[in-house]
C-alpha cells in the first residue's frame, strides 16, 4: 500500500477513534458471509460500526492519539467494533452474536483511555444499558419523592386531625 494511502487510512482510524465511546475487538474468522452480514446489522442496531482494519495502521493511530498499546490484541485477523453513545449497547450485540456463533472471539478492547481483557468487555455487556440506568436512577428519585411527599402530608394530616378532635372536645363541652 503507499504511504500516501497509508496515512490516510491511518486518519480515518484517528478520527473513529475520535468519535467513538469505545472500541471492542474481536477476531471474525469462521464466519460466512451471511453471519458477517447478521453481526454487522447487529452493531448497527446498537449504534456502532464495525470494521476490519490491519493491526499495525491500528497502533500507529493509538500511538499517535496517546492512547495505551493494545499489541496483545492486535495479532491475527481483527475487525474492530467503534461503539456510539453508549458502549454497553454494543457490547451486548457483540456478546449475544458470540453466544450463538462460537467462531466469534472477542479479543479485547479500549474504554476510557483503558485497555480491557474480553472478560472485562463481557462484563461491560452485562451492565444495564444507558437508558435502563437513567429509568433506574430517575425511579429511585421518584421513590424518595414520594416517600418525603407522604411524610409531610402526614405530619399535617396529624395536626388536622389533633386540631380536629380539640375542636370536637369544645363544641362538647
Not at 474481536?26 to 464466519?31: K, W
Not at 453471519?35 to 497502533?59: M, P, Y
Not at 396529624?158 to 378532635?165: C, I, R
Request: glycine share 8%.
Amino acid at each position: 500500500m503507499p504511504t500516501l494511502q497509508k496515512e490516510e487510512t491511518i486518519r480515518s482510524i484517528v478520527e473513529d477513534l475520535k468519535a467513538c465511546s469505545a472500541v471492542w475487538i474481536v477476531d471474525y474468522r469462521g464466519l460466512t458471509v451471511k453471519q458477517s452480514e447478521e453481526l454487522r446489522r447487529s452493531i448497527k442496531e446498537a449504534d456502532g460500526t464495525i470494521k476490519v482494519l490491519k493491526n499495525t495502521l491500528t497502533k500507529r493511530a493509538l500511538a499517535e492519539l496517546g492512547l495505551p498499546s493494545m499489541d496483545e490484541y492486535l495479532h491475527g485477523p481483527s475487525a474492530f467494533v467503534f461503539a456510539g453513545e453508549d458502549p454497553v449497547l454494543s457490547a451486548k450485540a457483540i456478546k449475544a452474536f458470540g453466544s450463538k456463533n462460537k467462531n466469534l472471539v472477542i479479543k479485547g478492547g479500549l474504554m476510557e483511555g483503558e485497555v480491557l481483557t474480553p472478560e472485562q468487555v463481557k462484563a461491560v455487556a452485562d451492565l444495564p444499558s444507558r437508558e435502563q440506568l437513567i429509568g433506574q436512577i430517575a425511579s429511585a428519585i421518584a421513590g424518595v419523592a414520594r416517600g418525603l411527599a407522604v411524610s409531610i402530608s402526614g405530619v399535617s394530616r396529624g395536626l388536622a386531625v389533633v386540631a380536629q378532635a380539640i375542636a370536637d372536645q369544645k363544641s362538647a363541652a
